[in-house]
Nanobody, 125 residues
Framework: QVQLVESGGGLVQAGGSLRLSCATS????????MGWFRQAPGKAREFVAC????????FYADSVKGRFTISRDNAKNTVYLQMNSLKPEDTAVYYC??????????????????WGQGTQVTVSS
């Protein structure tokens, strides 16, 4: 069983930055590739960023490319999402997720096996 716990959300002004953290249980990175999704009120959950199955590459949604960076600390079993130049449209609950290394698809919610509880990010204009 994989446990994912997000933290770091909050209220920030447009143009500001936040760093989200996702603490994982055990040796998650050896069996799962990690990603971030978000869900705004009244909208479907959408892909934000993730690692490739090898961990050597990263993928981003066009809406966040150049502003957000996904990273990880293997020693701490933690994944991060650095969010810069935040916009009001980035307001959402952000979720950390883990998908099996056998799963090729990475941009859909169905590809992920485990989810955190989410952390709220609110960007004021």
């Amino acid at each position: 069983q994989v446990q994912l716990v997000e933290s770091g959300g909050g209220l920030v002004q447009a143009g500001g930055s936040l760093r989200l953290s996702c603490a994982t249980s055990g040796r998650t990175f050896s069996a799962y590739a990690m990603g971030w999704f978000r869900q705004a009120p009244g909208k479907a959950r959408e892909f934000v960023a993730c690692f490739s199955r090898s961990g050597a590459a990263t993928f981003y949604a066009d809406s966040v490319k150049g502003r957000f960076t996904i990273s990880r600390d293997n020693a701490k079993n933690t994944v991060y999402l650095q969010m810069n130049s935040l916009k009001p449209e980035d307001t959402a609950v952000y979720y950390c997720a883990a998908r099996s290394l056998t799963t090729v698809v990475y941009g859909t919610t169905q590809a992920y096996d485990y989810w955190g509880q989410g952390t709220q990010v609110t960007v004021s204009s």
